[in-house]
């Protein structure tokens, strides 16, 4: 059982914060390097097909089944140290999280047979995406209970934890389209394998960094007591469907990576190909990130603590809707006017990206309510494995698509192919926001009434009223 007796510690502040962007700085300098070129890498420099390398994501997911919950029940079950429940994980896991990541980009295997390319493919994203990535990150999310048993807090951490994000997303998605792209004797922008490794390489260092700052500027104060009682396959499968917010939020989850992942994956085909610049990518990416920055630090935190994070990530979503719908429709090949549209999308989906953390903080709490125990491992670890599913689909689909239109290394500037690069990057996201919108609406129950409402229960339970 979870204890919330707040320790005699030093009061959450500005080094929690910073600690804990830290934190998703880290996950982020791998996570979003993947989902943004390894898709790219295997199928224009390694020569794997489209297909075969989402088919590759997908399959790994299903592993991710056993080793999210795996960690998540061995954090819930481990012992606090000194320096907390969760933080000394992340130092186990870091350092093989990052050597994982650089193993993924071998530009020195790539004239090898293809039977070797694609069993090192597979040996080396299973490493990192369901062993080491699952070590750090499991207890990296679940800590945020740990940090601060105030929801305001949690808002707070939420919106850092974005602010981590989206300095890891600047930097991949500015900086190395500018670095890992060139331009070939036809006028095409192609990648560069080794230049891909050397950039692999600096990311998982910098990830490493990260790591670091976050394990030692972060204080676990809240103490999350080890859990004793037997572990049930079948128990924690009636916890996961007796509550329709956990339900809920997986199936919201699900959707929103299927979508943003898809928007972002895409990138990598839509400016280098489409448009056929490699800067056209950086741009939307600055442009994205600045306006993330500024919501998640100034606008969001108030808005959510006034309106409530699921009302605001409802409104959002709509607005994204609609500027990928209208770039879909208006089909243009003005890439500044392009541009325009993909950012308003992302201003739209910051709403809930910024809130997603938080309100997995109120779900924990509201199980708790229902139930008695404390479980954050464990729900964190489900949540976690939903989001997994959510990328696994977007990488199979995504691979799948771009097979369906045809596209190799060799028919990558073809007009038809070109033309079904832009369909799947417009349309998939504008259907996925849209669907995200129906779950939050109709079946996500905790508004701002009802997380109030479990946040005064559990204060009153912990001052023993």
């Keep these: 059982m979870a204890s919330n007796n707040t320790k005699t510690v030093k009061p959450f502040g500005w080094a929690d914060k910073i600690g804990y962007a830290m ?29 075969l390398v989402g088919l590759m994501m997908m399959l790994a997911r299903f592993v991710d089944a056993f080793t999210d919950t795996a960690m998540g029940q061995i954090v819930d079950r481990s012992t606090p140290t000194a320096k907390g429940k969760f933080i000394p994980w992340i130092r186990r896991f870091m350092g093989p999280v990052a050597i994982a990541s650089f193993l993924m ?16 493919m597979f040996a080396t994203y299973l490493l990192w995406g369901s062993i080491c990535y699952t070590g750090c990150n499991i207890p990296y999310g679940s800590m945020a209970s740990a940090i601060s048993d105030d929801p305001d807090d949690r808002v707070q951490l939420s919106s850092w934890r974005n602010i981590g994000a989206t300095f890891a997303g600047t930097v991949i998605g500015v900086v190395l389209p500018l670095v890992v ?33 976050c394990t030692s500027l972060t204080t676990e104060r809240v103490q999350i ?55 056209g990518a950086s741009i939307a990416s600055l442009v994205g990130s600045i306006e993330m920055l500024i919501l998640a630090m100034f606008i969001i935190p108030p ?24 770039a879909f429709i208006s089909r243009t090949t003005n890439m500044t006017m392009y541009i325009v549209l993909y950012t308003l999308g992302y201003f739209g989906i910051a709403f809930f990206n910024t809130c997603i953390w938080a309100m997995i903080t109120d779900v924990i709490d509201e199980d708790e309510v229902r139930r008695g125990t404390r479980s954050d491992g464990t729900i964190y670890s489900l949540y976690s494995f939903a989001r997994k599913i959510g990328q696994a689909l977007s990488s199979g689909l995504t691979g799948a698509l771009l097979t ?45 009434k009802q997380v109030e409402e479990n946040s005064a229960t559990l204060a009153s339970r912990k001052q023993g009223k």
Excluded: H
């Design 23 to 51: 934190g998703d700085f880290g996950n982020d300098f791998t996570f979003i390097l993947s989902s943004s070129f390894l898709l790219k890498f295997y199928t224009d420099v390694m020569g794997v097909s489209a297909g």
């Design 105 to 120: 980009y071998a530009s020195w295997f790539k004239d090898m047979p293809m039977g070797f390319k694609i069993v090192w």
């Design 181 to 213: 792209y060139y331009t070939d004797a036809e006028g095409n922008t192609q990648l560069s394998g080794t230049k891909m490794s050397i950039a692999a390489l600096a990311c998982s260092i910098g990830a490493l960094v990260c790591y670091i700052l």
């Design 225 to 279: 007591e080890k859990k004793t009682e037997k572990f049930s396959l079948g128990a924690l499968f009636k916890q996961l469907f007796s509550s329709r917010a956990l339900v809920s939020i997986i199936v919201a989850a699900i959707v929103l990576l299927l979508a943003q992942l898809t928007m972002q994956g895409m990138n990598a085909y839509i400016f280098p190909n489409y448009f056929n610049s490699a800067a």
């Design 303 to 326: 808005l959510s603590k006034n309106f409530g994070k699921k009302e605001i990530a409802i409104a959002g979503n709509a607005v994204a809707v609609v500027a990928f719908l209208f």
């Design 404 to 448: 369906m239109i045809g596209y190799t290394s060799a028919t990558a500037f073809d007009p038809d192919v070109l033309s079904g690069i832009y369909t799947i990057g417009t349309l998939i996201p504008a259907i996925g926001f849209a669907l995200l919108i129906v779950v939050l609406l109709f079946w996500y129950p905790l508004g701002k």
